[in-house]
């Protein structure tokens, strides 16, 4: 059973929807992470969060807005993406944003894009 | 910027048998962490092995054992007595100490045969 739960587990949503993505972690974490995962290409990181506060953007388009409301939750807000976002979306915790501290991931979302 | 290299896109291995796969980085730091993830079709990606750079020891979990080679940059991951359930995609992953950004591979397959 993992401690980090993200739903859905699938989406499919056409450009122009809304939609949000879930994850929940159950660790006792303080960190959350965003990864997209695309297909030939390494795990990005998107968005870092500590103690509910934003640590790290890396350069992601505003069509995606990250929300975490506790540590223990985090969102991806979607809205007008685009047929290249369509990918494996991962959520990662750890205990804190050390280096030092392994990451515990979730099922992700597979988000495909019409 | 630190930049991790996976060479071999797909590696297979009889049961029972050893498997070593590659893993170089490229790091201007000091202090910094490596780790190997396994992500197996059910796609969670699960911590193998993790290894602090400053050890010279090289970690070990079970089956599983790396090549720290931290003058070469090279991180290999080492799977003892491979089982069915071993075949996966494992990535090969860096952080610095100062940092909470994981750099990952592009990962490599590993296909277990009976």
């Known amino acids: 059973e993992t401690g980090v739960t993200q739903t859905p587990r699938h989406l499919v949503m056409g450009m122009t929807n809304k939609k949000s993505l879930k994850c929940e972690q159950h660790?006792?974490?303080?960190?959350m992470y965003w990864y997209k995962q695309s297909a030939k290409k390494p795990l990005e990181l998107m968005f870092v969060?500590?103690?509910?506060?934003?640590?790290e953007n890396n350069s992601v388009p505003s069509r995606f807005s990250p929300e975490c409301p506790n540590s223990s939750h985090l969102f991806l807000h979607l809205h007008t993406l685009q047929p290249e976002d369509s990918a494996l979306y991962l959520c990662?915790?750890?205990?804190?944003?050390?280096?030092?501290?392994?990451?515990?991931f979730g099922d992700g979302t597979r988000l495909s894009i019409l | 910027a630190q930049t991790v290299t996976q060479s071999q896109p797909e590696m297979s291995v009889q049961e029972a048998e050893t498997v070593t796969l590659s893993c170089t980085y490229d790091t201007s730091e000091s202090d910094y962490y490596l780790f190997w993830y396994k992500q197996p079709p059910s796609r969670q990606m699960i911590l193998v092995i993790r290894?602090?750079?400053?050890?010279?020891q090289n970690a070990t979990e079970n089956r599983f054992s790396v090549n720290f080679q931290k003058a070469a940059k090279s991180f290999s991951l080492k799977i003892s007595d491979s089982q069915l359930g071993d075949a996966a995609m494992y990535f090969c992953a860096y952080t610095s100490n100062s940092g909470y950004a994981l750099n990952f591979g592009k990962g490599t397959s590993l296909l277990v045969t009976p």
């Open positions: 990662a915790s750890s205990q804190d944003s050390q280096g030092d501290q392994p990451q515990h």
């Open positions: 290894q602090e750079a400053y050890k010279q």
């Open positions: 969060y500590s103690l509910e506060e934003r640590v």
């Open positions: 660790l006792g974490h303080n960190a």
